[in-house]
C-alpha cells in the first residue's frame, strides 16, 4: 500500500545518507577533484507534485511533518486515495496548503463522524483552491467540505457525472421540485457559502438551467462559472413544468428570470452546450455583471446561415455589457459600433415580427440607416472584342471565363491556323498608343484576368 512518504522518499531520495563526499582522483595527473555527493532535499518544495504515484495513505505523520510543512501548492492527481481519512492525514501536516488537486482520485465514500472529526483537526485556514475532478464525490460530502473551508475562493466539479445539483435540505426530503414551489426568501439550504467566487462545472451530464441555479443560489459572490460541455437545452425557467419555479400563491413576485441568482457572476463559459437559438443569446443580455462570455460550439451556429464574421457581429449587437467575447482581447468601440450597425441592417431587411427587442433599441441608438450599395466587382461575363488576323478583322462575343486554349480552339476555323501553332495577343484599348500588345502565353489562363472589355482586340498569329 504506498503512502505519500514513500513516494516522496522515491523522488528525492530520503533513504540518501546527507553526510560523506566521493573523491574522484585523476591517475594520469597530479590534480584531485573532489565531487561532493548530492545530498538529499531536507525539504520538499512548496510546490509538490506527485501525480499518478499509486498513493493510497499518507504515511509516517512524524516524517511529514519534518518535510512537508512548508507546502503550498500540492498536486496529487491520478493516485489511489479513496478514504478521507488519509486525506485529512495528509493535509493536516500542511498548514501552509493554498491549492490541493485530487483529481482522478475514487472518493466516493461519505464523510462520516470519524471523518468530520480528523477534518475538524486539519487546518484548513489556508486553503483557496480544491480540485475535485472526476472524483465522484457526492453533494453530501462538497457540503462537509465547503463548511470546512472558510477560505475557499476557487472550487473545481468537474466530470464527476452530476445530474442534478443537490446543495438543499428540503431537496432531499421532498424532491427536486420542493425547492421551486418555495418563495425565494422562505427557502432554505443546508448552507450558503459566501466565500466561493469560482466554480468549475464542466462535463456533468446537468441540463436544466434551474439545477444552475442552485448553484448561484448557494454560491451568491459567485463571479466565475464555467459550464463547459454540460448539456444544457435552454436558460429558460419555464421550459420544464417540472421544475419551473413557480409563483407562489400569496406573493406578487413574477417568475425568476436566469439570471436572478447570479448578480455578481462576470465570466462564463457555456462552450459546447445544447443552446440553439438566439433567445439563449438576449436572456444573456440580461445578466447585470456578466462582462466575459464564451459560447463556442453551440447547435445554433451549426444551423446559422451567416458567416463566422457576421455571426459575431450579431452577438456583439446583441450583448451590450459584454467586453470579452470567446477569449482574445477587450472589443473596441469601432468594433461594438461597426456590429450595431451591421445588426441594424441585418434586420431591416426582415419581416417585422422577425426582429428582436434589440432592434428597436439600437435604431435609438444609431437612427434608420441607409441599405448599404451592393456593389458587384464581378467581370462581365460577355465581351465584343475585335479578333484580327492579318488583313481580316471580324467583331466576336467572347465568354471571358473561357481559358486561352479554349479560345485558340474556337478560332481554329477563323485563322486556318491549328491552336497549338498559334499565337494570339491582346491589345488594351486605353493603353494601345504607349503600350503593345500583350501575348497570352498560358492556355488555361482565364481571360477575365487580363481586364478584358468590350472594344478591345485580339490579334491572331501563327508561330511559323
Not at 522515491?10 to 561532493?36: E, L, M, N, Q
Not at 519534518?66 to 498548514?95: R, T, Y
Not at 446583441?318 to 441592417?345: K, M, Q, S, W, Y
Not at 435609438?364 to 456593389?375: E, M, Q, R, S, T
Amino acid at each position: 500500500m504506498p503512502s505519500l512518504v514513500e513516494a516522496l522518499e522515491k523522488k528525492y531520495g530520503w533513504h540518501i545518507p546527507a553526510t560523506g563526499a566521493d573523491r574522484h582522483h585523476c591517475t594520469d595527473t597530479s590534480i584531485a577533484i573532489f565531487v561532493p555527493k548530492r545530498p538529499p532535499r531536507l525539504s520538499v518544495p512548496t510546490l509538490l507534485v506527485l501525480n499518478d504515484c499509486d498513493i493510497e495513505t499518507a504515511g509516517d505523520g512524524d516524517q511529514l511533518d519534518d518535510k512537508c510543512s512548508d507546502v503550498e501548492e500540492l498536486d496529487l492527481a491520478k493516485n489511489k486515495l479513496s478514504k478521507w481519512a488519509e486525506v485529512f492525514g495528509i493535509l493536516q501536516h500542511m498548514p501552509q496548503v493554498r491549492f490541493v488537486n485530487l483529481s482522478f482520485n475514487r472518493l466516493t465514500e461519505q464523510l462520516d463522524a470519524l471523518n468530520k472529526h480528523a477534518a475538524h483537526n486539519t487546518c484548513w485556514s489556508h486553503l483557496k483552491n480544491l480540485v475535485l475532478n472526476s472524483t465522484r464525490v457526492d453533494w453530501a460530502s462538497v457540503q462537509t467540505l465547503l463548511r470546512l473551508l472558510p477560505a475557499l475562493e476557487e472550487l473545481h466539479l468537474s466530470l464527476n457525472e452530476y445530474d442534478h445539483v443537490n446543495l438543499n435540505k428540503r431537496e432531499s426530503e421532498h424532491g427536486l421540485g420542493e425547492w421551486f414551489v418555495q418563495r425565494p426568501r422562505e427557502r432554505k439550504v443546508s448552507g450558503v457559502y459566501h466565500q466561493v467566487k469560482k466554480l468549475h462545472f464542466s462535463g456533468n451530464p446537468v441540463n436544466s438551467w434551474s439545477e444552475i441555479c442552485k448553484l448561484g443560489y448557494a454560491f451568491p459572490n459567485l463571479e466565475s462559472l464555467v459550464l463547459n460541455e454540460c448539456p444544457l437545452n435552454s436558460l429558460d425557467l419555464n421550459m420544464d413544468t417540472s421544475e419551473r419555479d413557480y409563483k407562489h400563491p400569496e406573493s406578487t413576485e413574477s417568475t425568476e428570470s436566469p439570471h436572478h441568482y447570479f448578480r455578481k457572476l462576470r465570466f462564463l463559459n457555456l462552450n459546447n452546450t445544447e443552446l440553439s437559438t438566439w433567445d439563449e443569446i438576449d436572456r444573456l443580455a440580461n445578466f447585470p455583471a456578466l462582462t466575459s462570455l464564451r459560447v463556442q460550439g453551440w447547435p445554433l451556429w451549426e444551423k446559422c446561415e451567416s458567416t463566422e464574421h457576421e455571426r459575431r457581429q450579431l452577438l456583439v449587437a446583441r450583448l451590450p455589457l459584454i467586453e470579452t467575447l470567446n477569449g482574445g482581447g477587450r472589443l473596441g468601440a469601432v468594433e461594438r459600433e461597426d456590429a450595431e450597425r451591421a445588426f441594424i441592417r441585418y434586420y431591416m431587411e426582415r419581416p417585422e415580427s422577425d426582429r428582436p427587442e434589440r432592434y428597436s433599441e439600437l435604431l435609438a441608438i444609431h437612427g434608420k440607416l441607409d441599405p448599404l450599395v451592393n456593389v458587384d466587382l464581378r467581370p462581365e461575363k460577355r465581351v465584343k472584342v475585335t479578333f484580327t488576323c492579318g488583313d481580316v478583322s471580324e467583331v466576336r462575343t467572347v465568354d471571358v471565363y473561357r481559358t486561352v486554349i479554349d479560345l485558340k480552339q474556337k478560332l481554329e476555323r477563323m485563322a486556318g491556323i491549328p491552336s497549338n501553332k498559334m499565337r494570339l495577343f491582346y491589345v488594351d484599348q486605353d493603353i494601345r498608343d504607349y503600350q503593345g500588345p500583350e501575348e497570352m502565353k498560358f492556355p488555361h489562363k482565364q481571360l477575365y484576368s487580363y481586364n478584358m472589355r468590350s472594344g478591345d482586340e485580339i490579334i491572331i498569329d501563327s508561330k511559323n
